[in-house]
Protein backbone atom coordinates (compact mmCIF):
# COMPACT_ATOMS: atom_id res chain seq x y z
CA UNK A 1 0.00 0.00 0.00
CA UNK A 2 2.79 3.05 1.30
CA UNK A 3 4.78 1.46 -2.09
CA UNK A 4 1.95 2.37 -4.50
CA UNK A 5 1.66 5.61 -2.95
CA UNK A 6 5.43 6.32 -2.74
CA UNK A 7 5.07 5.40 -6.73
CA UNK A 8 2.67 8.12 -7.19
CA UNK A 9 3.81 11.03 -5.52
CA UNK A 10 4.64 14.27 -7.04
CA UNK A 11 7.48 16.13 -6.64
CA UNK A 12 8.25 18.73 -4.04
CA UNK A 13 8.39 21.98 -4.05
CA UNK A 14 10.89 23.79 -1.73
CA UNK A 15 7.89 24.84 0.79
CA UNK A 16 7.20 21.30 0.91
CA UNK A 17 10.39 19.73 2.01
CA UNK A 18 10.75 22.48 4.58
CA UNK A 19 7.43 22.17 5.91
CA UNK A 20 7.77 18.46 6.43
CA UNK A 21 11.26 18.77 7.96
CA UNK A 22 9.98 21.65 10.47
CA UNK A 23 6.70 19.43 10.87
CA UNK A 24 8.97 16.51 11.63
CA UNK A 25 11.27 18.35 14.06
CA UNK A 26 8.02 19.56 16.02
CA UNK A 27 6.37 16.05 16.43
CA UNK A 28 9.53 14.40 17.37
CA UNK A 29 10.41 16.96 19.84
CA UNK A 30 13.50 18.58 18.30
CA UNK A 31 11.92 21.89 18.74
CA UNK A 32 10.32 22.30 21.84
CA UNK A 33 6.86 22.64 22.54
CA UNK A 34 6.57 25.99 23.38
CA UNK A 35 9.41 27.17 21.75
CA UNK A 36 9.45 31.03 19.62
CA UNK A 37 9.73 30.32 16.13
CA UNK A 38 12.50 32.47 14.50
CA UNK A 39 12.14 33.47 11.15
CA UNK A 40 15.79 34.80 10.24
CA UNK A 41 17.35 31.43 12.32
CA UNK A 42 15.35 28.82 10.88
CA UNK A 43 16.06 30.38 7.32
CA UNK A 44 19.77 30.18 8.06
CA UNK A 45 19.59 26.79 9.24
CA UNK A 46 17.85 25.37 6.73
CA UNK A 47 19.24 27.64 3.67
CA UNK A 48 16.20 28.79 1.85
CA UNK A 49 14.65 32.46 2.21
CA UNK A 50 12.01 34.12 4.00
CA UNK A 51 9.25 33.39 1.50
CA UNK A 52 9.17 29.49 1.28
CA UNK A 53 9.48 29.59 4.90
CA UNK A 54 6.29 31.58 5.92
CA UNK A 55 4.16 29.10 3.51
CA UNK A 56 5.30 26.22 5.79
CA UNK A 57 4.59 28.17 9.09
CA UNK A 58 1.14 28.95 8.14
CA UNK A 59 1.11 25.75 7.13
CA UNK A 60 2.16 24.52 10.34
CA UNK A 61 -0.13 26.84 12.13
CA UNK A 62 -3.29 25.25 9.74
CA UNK A 63 -2.46 21.60 11.16
CA UNK A 64 -2.58 23.09 15.36
CA UNK A 65 1.19 22.88 15.57
CA UNK A 66 2.26 26.19 15.48
CA UNK A 67 0.38 28.96 17.28
CA UNK A 68 0.28 32.85 16.63
CA UNK A 69 0.01 35.33 19.55
CA UNK A 70 -0.21 38.88 19.68
CA UNK A 71 2.90 40.55 21.01
CA UNK A 72 5.15 37.00 20.91
CA UNK A 73 4.77 35.42 17.24
CA UNK A 74 4.72 31.93 16.50
CA UNK A 75 5.55 29.34 18.75
CA UNK A 76 5.06 25.81 18.93
CA UNK A 77 2.39 24.41 20.56
CA UNK A 78 2.23 23.61 23.91
CA UNK A 79 -0.87 22.34 25.51
CA UNK A 80 -1.98 22.60 28.76
CA UNK A 81 -3.28 20.05 30.73
CA UNK A 82 -6.65 20.71 30.59
CA UNK A 83 -6.13 21.27 26.75
CA UNK A 84 -4.29 17.43 26.66
CA UNK A 85 -7.17 16.19 28.24
CA UNK A 86 -10.02 17.74 26.22
CA UNK A 87 -7.88 16.46 22.99
CA UNK A 88 -7.73 12.82 24.20
CA UNK A 89 -11.54 13.00 24.94
CA UNK A 90 -11.94 14.26 21.53
CA UNK A 91 -10.07 11.90 20.37
CA UNK A 92 -11.35 8.52 22.69
CA UNK A 93 -15.04 9.80 21.50
CA UNK A 94 -14.47 9.56 17.77
CA UNK A 95 -12.03 6.89 17.34
CA UNK A 96 -14.26 4.74 18.98
CA UNK A 97 -17.01 6.01 16.31
CA UNK A 98 -14.68 5.17 13.42
CA UNK A 99 -14.09 1.82 15.19
CA UNK A 100 -17.67 1.17 15.56
CA UNK A 101 -18.05 2.39 11.81
CA UNK A 102 -15.18 0.50 10.17
CA UNK A 103 -16.90 -3.26 12.08
CA UNK A 104 -19.75 -2.22 10.00
CA UNK A 105 -17.64 -0.95 6.90
CA UNK A 106 -14.57 -2.70 5.78
CA UNK A 107 -14.01 -5.82 3.71
CA UNK A 108 -11.49 -8.58 3.58
CA UNK A 109 -9.04 -6.74 1.86
CA UNK A 110 -8.49 -3.96 3.82
CA UNK A 111 -8.66 -6.36 7.23
CA UNK A 112 -5.27 -7.97 5.46
CA UNK A 113 -3.96 -4.34 4.94
CA UNK A 114 -4.62 -3.63 8.78
CA UNK A 115 -3.12 -6.83 9.48
CA UNK A 116 0.02 -6.14 7.05
CA UNK A 117 -0.03 -3.00 9.15
CA UNK A 118 0.57 -4.58 12.16
CA UNK A 119 3.07 -7.29 10.85
CA UNK A 120 5.32 -3.72 9.95
CA UNK A 121 4.83 -2.81 13.59
CA UNK A 122 6.01 -5.89 14.92
CA UNK A 123 8.96 -5.87 13.35
CA UNK A 124 10.49 -3.20 13.84
CA UNK A 125 13.78 -2.93 15.62
CA UNK A 126 13.07 -0.81 18.27
CA UNK A 127 9.84 -2.38 19.06
CA UNK A 128 11.89 -5.57 19.67
CA UNK A 129 14.33 -3.76 21.66
CA UNK A 130 11.36 -2.54 24.03
CA UNK A 131 12.46 0.59 22.79
CA UNK A 132 9.47 2.32 21.78
CA UNK A 133 6.67 1.43 19.86
CA UNK A 134 6.90 1.70 15.57
CA UNK A 135 4.77 5.16 15.01
CA UNK A 136 4.38 6.33 11.11
CA UNK A 137 2.18 8.14 9.61
CA UNK A 138 -0.82 7.77 6.68
CA UNK A 139 -1.01 4.54 5.84
CA UNK A 140 1.82 3.17 7.81
CA UNK A 141 -0.57 4.89 10.99
CA UNK A 142 -2.69 1.63 12.57
CA UNK A 143 -4.95 4.03 14.05
CA UNK A 144 -4.96 6.36 10.50
CA UNK A 145 -6.31 3.32 8.49
CA UNK A 146 -8.86 2.67 10.72
CA UNK A 147 -10.65 5.97 10.39
CA UNK A 148 -9.83 5.58 6.86
CA UNK A 149 -12.16 2.42 7.02
CA UNK A 150 -14.79 4.20 8.66
CA UNK A 151 -16.53 5.27 5.32
CA UNK A 152 -17.11 8.54 7.03
CA UNK A 153 -15.41 11.40 5.25
CA UNK A 154 -16.56 14.47 7.89
CA UNK A 155 -15.00 11.81 10.39
CA UNK A 156 -11.80 11.71 8.45
CA UNK A 157 -11.33 15.00 7.92
CA UNK A 158 -11.52 15.47 11.55
CA UNK A 159 -9.39 12.93 12.62
CA UNK A 160 -7.03 12.69 9.70
CA UNK A 161 -6.34 16.27 8.44
CA UNK A 162 -7.31 18.53 11.06
CA UNK A 163 -6.03 16.91 14.85
CA UNK A 164 -3.78 14.18 13.39
CA UNK A 165 -0.74 15.71 13.44
CA UNK A 166 -0.85 17.28 17.05
CA UNK A 167 -2.30 14.25 18.03
CA UNK A 168 0.61 12.06 16.69
CA UNK A 169 2.86 15.07 18.33
CA UNK A 170 1.59 13.58 21.93
CA UNK A 171 1.84 10.15 20.34
CA UNK A 172 5.50 9.70 19.54
CA UNK A 173 7.04 11.31 22.55
CA UNK A 174 5.38 9.46 24.69
CA UNK A 175 5.90 6.02 22.42
CA UNK A 176 8.96 5.35 24.39
CA UNK A 177 7.66 4.87 28.17
CA UNK A 178 8.32 1.24 29.86
CA UNK A 179 5.63 -1.32 29.18
CA UNK A 180 3.14 0.73 26.67
CA UNK A 181 4.90 -0.13 23.47
CA UNK A 182 3.45 -4.00 23.87
CA UNK A 183 0.29 -3.24 25.51
CA UNK A 184 -0.45 -1.30 22.96
CA UNK A 185 0.52 -3.43 20.37
CA UNK A 186 -1.57 -6.35 21.97
CA UNK A 187 -4.18 -3.71 22.47
CA UNK A 188 -4.41 -2.86 18.73
CA UNK A 189 -4.49 -7.23 17.93
CA UNK A 190 -8.07 -7.03 19.60
CA UNK A 191 -8.73 -4.15 18.04
CA UNK A 192 -8.62 -5.51 14.99
CA UNK A 193 -9.90 -8.85 15.24
CA UNK A 194 -13.11 -7.03 16.37
CA UNK A 195 -13.15 -5.29 13.62
CA UNK A 196 -12.71 -8.63 11.47
CA UNK A 197 -15.50 -10.37 13.18
CA UNK A 198 -17.77 -7.63 12.52
CA UNK A 199 -18.23 -6.88 15.98
CA UNK A 200 -18.92 -2.95 15.92
CA UNK A 201 -19.92 -2.39 19.96
CA UNK A 202 -16.88 -4.17 20.82
CA UNK A 203 -14.41 -2.48 18.15
CA UNK A 204 -15.70 0.88 19.71
CA UNK A 205 -15.11 -0.41 23.51
CA UNK A 206 -11.69 -1.45 22.73
CA UNK A 207 -10.48 1.50 20.79
CA UNK A 208 -11.98 3.78 23.54
CA UNK A 209 -10.42 1.67 26.27
CA UNK A 210 -6.96 1.81 24.24
CA UNK A 211 -7.43 5.99 24.00
CA UNK A 212 -7.98 6.00 27.62
CA UNK A 213 -4.96 4.00 28.35
CA UNK A 214 -2.69 5.98 25.88
CA UNK A 215 -3.80 9.25 28.17
CA UNK A 216 -3.48 8.10 31.29
CA UNK A 217 0.01 6.84 30.21
CA UNK A 218 1.04 10.47 28.59
CA UNK A 219 -0.58 12.61 31.18
CA UNK A 220 1.64 10.66 34.17
CA UNK A 221 4.71 11.56 32.18
CA UNK A 222 3.88 14.70 30.78
CA UNK A 223 2.64 16.01 34.47
CA UNK A 224 6.41 14.45 35.56
CA UNK A 225 7.86 15.96 33.38
CA UNK A 226 6.45 19.30 33.80
CA UNK A 227 6.93 19.16 37.21
CA UNK A 228 3.45 19.27 38.33
CA UNK A 229 2.38 18.13 41.77
Known sequence: MSQVLQENKTPQTLTD????????????????????????????????SRGPLREAIHRLEGQKLVE????????????????????????ESLEGL??????????????????????????????????????????????????????????????????????????????KTPNRPHQAFSEHIRILDAIADGDAELAELLMRRHIASSYKNIESHWIESQGVK
Open 68 to 91: RTAHVGARVVSLSHQQLFELYQIR
Open 98 to 175: ACRLAAQHIDKKQILLLRDVLKRHAEDDAFKAGKGYFVQEGEDDFHYCIIKSSGNTTLEKMLCDELYHLIRMYRIQFS
Open 17 to 48: QIFHKIQSAIICGEIAAGSKISEPELAKAYGI
